[in-house]
């Protein structure tokens, strides 16, 4: 050894070159790549959190609860309240060094016939799934424009299959791979690639947190809406588990040429495929008895 350090490589083959004059913390901050996870505190977001540090990455979460992980830097912010999303992008991209992504997780979703839905939670529903998203892009893309970077949206196999009496979910995905698509071909001449990630049913927490209209509110839909909710409860816990669609994530993070979109795990590529192939009454009829509708 000539005392001289060497160049790492880290897990994307990238070389890591050393700062003359730092200790070796604050240079491994400065050269790692940062990605800031909307929606990291947990399942997905979560997972994909502790994918990235594995490979290396400075991770920071933006959401209402923080992330348990040690080496995530949280950022407080309510997405359905006023601009703090943007405030907490902003304080983040002005500070670090190295901003590379945006991977956007939040997701929120309910049960409720669309003829008696409210219009305060479709209206909620569509600010965290997808003019949340929205309003992450525009506030990151000028600090991503000096050096290029990644944005990945995290959509839903819902957003070519629709679910009765959460059609609002459905199209609020639906719009979001569109936003992807048309947000790269407007910023790929600036090197940022966007691409949705398109998850089928996932075990998460997700299931749970979903607002289902009581028997009341459902009135003559409550045995329909009620076997529905059953049959997608079933389908996301007996789903992916959500490390990988982590996986899935983090490996669009490291590569050049990144796809328009993805679906996480063979069955879900294939349902995928099976639909740009078949008619699209057979497609939505298969559709409709997967979830027992
Ligand atoms: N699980 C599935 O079956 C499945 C399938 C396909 C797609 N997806 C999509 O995958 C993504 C992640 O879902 P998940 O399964 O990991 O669910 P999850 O565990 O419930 O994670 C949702 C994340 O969104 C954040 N979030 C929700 N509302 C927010 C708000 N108002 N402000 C700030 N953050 C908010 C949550 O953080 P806080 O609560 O701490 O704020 C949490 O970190 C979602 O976009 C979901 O639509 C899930």
Same mark, same amino acid.
């Given at each position: 050894m000539n005392g001289m350090e060497t160049p790492r490589i880290n897990e994307d083959k990238q070389a890591v070159l050393p700062v003359q004059g730092e200790d070796a913390t604050v240079r491994a901050e400065k050269v790692r790549k940062t990605v800031i996870i909307v929606g990291g505190s947990s399942g997905i977001g979560y997972e994909t959190a502790l994918k990235l540090i594995g490979r290396n990455y400075n991770v920071v979460n933006i959401s209402r609860t923080p992330c348990p992980l040690e080496r995530v830097k949280n950022?407080?912010?309510?997405?359905?309240?006023?601009?703090?999303? $943007?405030?907490? %992008?902003?304080?983040?991209?002005?500070?670090?060094?190295?901003?590379?992504?945006?991977?956007?997780?939040?997701?929120? +979703?309910?049960?409720?016939?669309?003829?008696?839905?409210?219009?305060?939670?479709?209206?909620?529903?569509?600010?965290?799934?997808?003019?949340?998203?929205?309003?992450?892009?525009?506030?990151?893309?000028?600090?991503?424009?000096?050096?290029?970077?990644? %944005?990945?949206?995290? +959509?839903?196999m819902a957003s070519v299959f629709p679910i009765a009496f959460d059609c609002f979910y459905s199209s609020s995905k639906a719009a979001l791979d569109m936003l992807a698509k048309g947000a790269d071909l407007e910023l790929a001449p600036f090197n940022i690639r966007v691409t949705s990630v398109q998850p089928g049913g996932t075990s998460t927490s997700f299931t749970f947190k979903r607002k289902?209209?009581?028997?009341? $509110?459902?009135? $003559?839909? +409550?045995?329909?809406?009620?076997?529905?909710?059953?049959?997608l409860a079933n389908m996301e816990q007996g789903g992916l588990n959500a490390g990988e669609v982590a996986s899935c994530i983090a490996n669009i993070l490291a590569m050049k040429r990144p796809p328009y979109s993805l679906q996480c795990g063979k069955r879900n590529k294939l349902y995928s495929v099976a639909h740009r192939l078949l008619p699209e009454n057979i497609s939505l009829f298969l559709n409709k008895k997967a979830y027992n509708q």
């Open positions: 950022y407080a912010a309510d997405i359905t309240v006023g601009a703090t999303l $943007e405030k907490a %992008i902003q304080t983040v991209a002005e500070k670090a060094a190295n901003l590379y992504a945006l991977v956007y997780c939040a997701g929120f +979703s309910m049960a409720a016939p669309l003829e008696y839905a409210e219009s305060k939670d479709y209206r909620y529903l569509f600010e965290v799934n997808y003019f949340g998203a929205l309003r992450a892009i525009k506030t990151i893309v000028p600090f991503l424009k000096k050096k290029g970077g990644r %944005i990945i949206l995290v +959509s839903s289902v209209y009581g028997e009341e $509110e459902n009135r $003559e839909y +409550s045995h329909r809406l009620h076997k529905a909710t059953a049959a």
